[in-house]
């Protein structure tokens, strides 16, 4: 974790360079992070909508008021979707070296990891099939939030799941479903194949600590999705 935990930049310079370099790194390395387009596009269209509004105010004589209150507004989006992406998709990310960590936060790391508690919370998961037997999971801390996130202090989401053939019964409880899934992402695809196509897909989640697994969380009841 960084050391100062409100690593983003305070003045407009600052942002303005900084959100540059990071998502220039992002760009060069979302491949071997594994972070995918549809999570760094809001940033980057909110550094393009940014940058214009940036060099507008920069001229202090021409600019207007309303030129100031539209890049307040925009700078305001920006931090709070950067500050969000960071977390969903850099914070945790085990694939990120603690040097390229360093290098996007722009502050030292600690390697050790910080002692957590045992977590009490169960997350909110929603299921999505998908075509050819793939199952979308979207899982978030509140269950009325409008984007996915993961509990600060878990380092995955863990999902237990069984396929249902037509007719039978749905498993009673997570240790009934033999299959085991975990990610380090709040969204995140399960793929059971097209041959298991009209069937149920029971799955039992909670939030885990993968270095102290008696920590992690407790089970979610069983989440249901048929399989298209």
Same mark, same amino acid.
């Given at each position: 974790?960084?050391?100062?935990? $409100?690593?983003? #930049?305070?003045?407009?310079?600052? =942002? ?6 990071? +998502?220039?790194? /992002? !760009? ?81 790391? $600690?390697?050790? #990891?910080?002692?957590?508690?045992? =977590? ?6 929603? +299921?999505?099939? /998908? !075509? ?81 697994? $008696? ?7 069983? =989440? ?5």
């Amino acid at each position: 974790m960084p050391r100062n935990k $409100d690593w983003l #930049p305070k003045q407009n310079d600052d =942002i303005y360079n900084k959100a540059k370099s990071y +998502l220039e790194l /992002i !760009a060069a390395n979302k491949v071997a992070w594994d972070i995918p387009d549809i999570a760094i596009t809001p940033l980057t269209d909110l550094q393009a909508e940014f940058n214009p509004l940036y060099d507008k105010i920069q001229d202090k004589r021409r600019r207007t008021s309303a030129d100031v209150t539209d890049f307040r507004d925009c700078k305001k989006r920006l931090l709070k979707e950067w500050r969000a992406f960071h977390k969903e998709n850099v914070r945790g990310n085990r694939k990120i070296s603690p040097g390229d960590l360093s290098i996007l936060v722009g502050k030292e790391y $600690d390697t050790e #990891p910080t002692p957590r508690a045992k =977590i009490e919370l169960t997350p909110y998961v929603n +299921l999505k099939p /998908i !075509a050819s037997g793939v199952i979308e999971v979207r899982s978030q801390t509140e269950k009325d939030a409008t984007r996915v996130s993961m509990l600060a202090i878990a380092d995955g989401i863990e999902c237990r799941y069984t396929i249902v053939p037509k007719g039978e019964m749905p498993p009673s409880s997570y240790e009934d479903a033999k299959s085991t899934v975990v990610s380090r992402k709040a969204r995140f695809t399960i793929t059971v194949g097209d041959k298991n196509s009209g069937d149920s897909f029971y799955g039992f989640f909670r939030w885990v600590n993968t270095s102290r697994p $008696d920590n992690s969380g407790p089970w979610t009841k069983a =989440i249901h999705a048929v399989i298209a």
